[in-house]
């Protein structure tokens, strides 16, 4: 039992990236106010974008760029109807889920035959993704967002936004800003997942990875140590019960592919009695 | 307060016309959209809008499988359509869908109307699942619900290939139920007699918001939570009572769908019936009787796609997309906050 949890660890630090990488995007955006829940579509749709520009410029990095640009098209729909139209952001974010889950499935088999989806993507040599998701940023973006004045008007934004207003800064401003870095994020995250964590794109590939990151969200308590925790604690019990399904003691195939979503209820359930969000999370 | 805690925006307009009107131009301004979408792949806009026609209400076959389509979508808007006037975020039904059909099969060795009883008790209790994490615990019921889905599809997955899988034990499906628990079929068409419980369910659903005290308080509570609770209503209550109604239309809907059209399950049993409830109520702007017209569109924009990936290959995932883009510009057609 022991060692099979120690035995994962590895495992879960890489297969949990992207999943890190969109707790981060989504700190950031409910720092500043708001409530994302299409960053799982962001995901989604960067995903394939990554694998598109991939395939086309074979170039990785170009992959990555493409990735960004496909979760920033789809944060800036999200940033139209919240920020701009002032509509309520659980309502946005589900249709925006919806939106990427029909257009990647319907631009997919529109390209099925194409070289595109059929060819396999070139490996990645040296992976820079993990590092950087689980040092280098989080200790950026918490520097950004506890050293420096704009962090204090982006987290101003989701307690008092009245109070930026008043103080002749721009609530949209950051809150735009704050989408922009969860777009990077998440486009990252989802190209992580479609070029190293598989060999390509697959229909609703993201498996709800953003439902979860919205609850580690919680469960960190808005703070990036609670997240890296968070995300640790998720993803080391998730590939534990893989490790004890190879020793062949684990539960029968189908319900261990329930076991991350149960395991991000108990989390739910463990912490958010206790917590206290940004004062105008969520509100219009 | 948490970001969970808040209350429903104030309903659209409220006389009945500029609803209409408003559900009528969002329609046709999302078949707009989606042929302009299919132009960008080559498929000319008069193509692909004729074929979503005539695939859907163009022949008696096709409306047939439009009003087929209909009944499972009429049930799951009406459930996220109560849940969304109580100010529930009900993003649930799909897995509701899946636990009511659950329940329907292990009903239906009892009959017809223990299954569909069955399938009411199973959508209701998956739903209060999040009802017990809300108020014991406090977690947000998007996100539950929205986990749940997740679960009950993975649920579904292992009854269908080991407990409930068919005794050849050749494919991942359950045997078919019994013929005494299937709905029976209208005279000679593919249709079943789910479409009268379905229209019943949206009358009662009706009756049951605007001409009862329950309904009063189920809508005060979405309308203005600290209101309804200084009006002396118990708006914990409320919150679980309107989760496990709509949690029971949902499992209803997966219900009927087992025994009026599947008759067995499978892994992909839901097929989205429950997220595309969301776009439904939304569109219906939450009121149970414009959810039949809603429901019906939604069944024809179903239908016809699927009509599309027959004859133009077109992925039927177009009619995901285009659920999406009728909620979206129901949002923009009906916001309050100028731009």
């Not at chain 1, 701009?84 to 990647?104: H, K, N, P, S, Y």
């Not at chain 1, 640790?232 to 399904?245: C, E, K, L, N």
């Not at chain 2, 494919?171 to 709905?183: F, H, K, N, R, T």
């Not at chain 2, 659903?205 to 309308?223: Q, V």
């Amino acid at each position: 039992m022991t060692h099979a949890l120690f035995s994962a660890i590895p495992l879960a630090i890489v297969a949990s990236t992207p999943l890190l990488l969109a707790v981060l995007g989504e700190l950031v955006v409910e720092r500043a106010g708001m409530i994302n829940l299409g960053i799982e579509g962001m995901m989604l749709t960067a995903a394939m974008t990554a694998v598109v520009t991939t395939q086309l410029t074979h170039s990785l990095a170009l992959g990555f760029l493409g990735g960004i640009a496909g979760a920033a098209l789809v944060g800036a729909l999200y940033g139209l109807f919240a920020l701009r139209l002032g509509a309520d952001q659980i309502v946005t974010g589900t249709a925006i889920v919806l939106l990427a889950q029909g257009l990647t499935g319907f631009v997919y088999r529109e390209l099925q035959q194409n070289a595109i989806f059929n060819q396999a993507i070139p490996r990645i040599t040296f992976d820079a993704v993990v590092p950087l998701a689980w040092i280098v940023i989080p200790v950026v973006l918490a520097m950004l967002l506890w050293r420096t004045r704009f962090g204090l008007r982006l987290r101003a934004c989701g307690e008092l936004p009245a109070a930026v207003t008043a103080n002749g800064a721009s609530v949209a401003i950051h809150r735009w800003t704050a989408l922009a870095i969860e777009s990077v994020l998440t486009g990252i995250a989802g190209a992580y997942l479609s070029l190293a964590l598989s060999s390509g794109f697959a229909e609703n590939m993201v498996a709800g990875r953003g439902f979860i990151a919205l609850s580690i969200v919680i469960f960190g308590r808005w703070k990036f140590k609670g997240a890296l925790l968070g995300t640790a604690v998720f993803g080391i019990a998730a590939a534990a019960q893989y490790a004890m399904q190879a020793s062949g003691r684990g539960l029968p195939f189908h319900l261990l592919l329930a076991v991350p979503y149960v395991i991000t209820l108990l989390i739910l359930c463990g912490i958010a009695g206790r917590v206290r969000a940004p004062e105008s999370l969520g509100k219009t | 307060m948490s970001w969970w805690r808040r209350d429903l925006p104030p309903p659209t307009p409220h006389s009945p016309l500029p609803r209409i009107a408003i559900a009528i131009g969002a329609a046709l301004l999302s078949l707009i959209l989606l042929a302009l979408t299919g132009l960008a792949f080559g498929h000319t806009p008069g193509e692909l809008l004729s074929i979503l026609f005539s695939g859907s209400v163009g022949s008696k076959f096709a409306l047939e499988g439009t009003l087929l389509k209909s009944i499972p979508l009429l049930l799951t808007g009406l459930s996220v359509g109560i849940a969304f006037r109580a100010g529930v975020w009900n993003i649930g039904a799909e897995g509701q869908f899946l636990a009511g059909a659950l329940g329907a099969f292990l009903g239906a060795r009892y009959g017809m109307v223990a299954a569909l009883a069955a399938s009411l008790i199973a959508g209701a209790l998956w739903a209060s699942i999040a009802s017990v994490m809300r108020l014991w615990r406090n977690a947000p019921e998007v996100l539950t619900t929205i986990l749940l889905n997740f679960i009950a599809i993975h649920l579904l997955g292992y009854a269908v290939n080991g407990p409930l899988q068919e005794a050849s034990g050749k494919y991942p499906q359950s045997d078919a139920v019994a013929a005494a628990a299937m709905l029976p079929s209208l005279g000679a068409s593919e249709l079943h007699a789910g479409i009268v419980i379905a229209i019943v369910a949206a009358i009662g659903a009706w009756f049951l918001l605007y001409r009862t005290a329950e309904g009063l308080r189920l809508r005060a509570s979405g309308f203005n939570r600290s209101a309804a609770r200084w009006a002396g209503i118990n708006v914990d209550a409320q919150l679980v009572r309107a989760m496990a109604i709509s949690g029971a239309m949902a499992g209803l809907a997966g219900g009927i769908e087992l025994l009026g059209v599947t008759h067995r399950l499978f892994e992909r049993f839901a097929a989205g019936y429950g997220y595309a409830g969301i776009a439904v109520a939304l569109l219906a702007q939450l009121h149970p009787l414009g959810t039949l017209a809603s429901a019906f569109f939604f069944g024809a924009l179903t239908t016809g796609a699927g009509e599309l990936q027959r004859t133009a290959g077109i992925s039927s995932t177009v009619a995901t997309f285009g659920q999406a883009i009728v909620i979206l510009v129901m949002i923009a057609l009906t916001r309050r906050k100028s731009a």
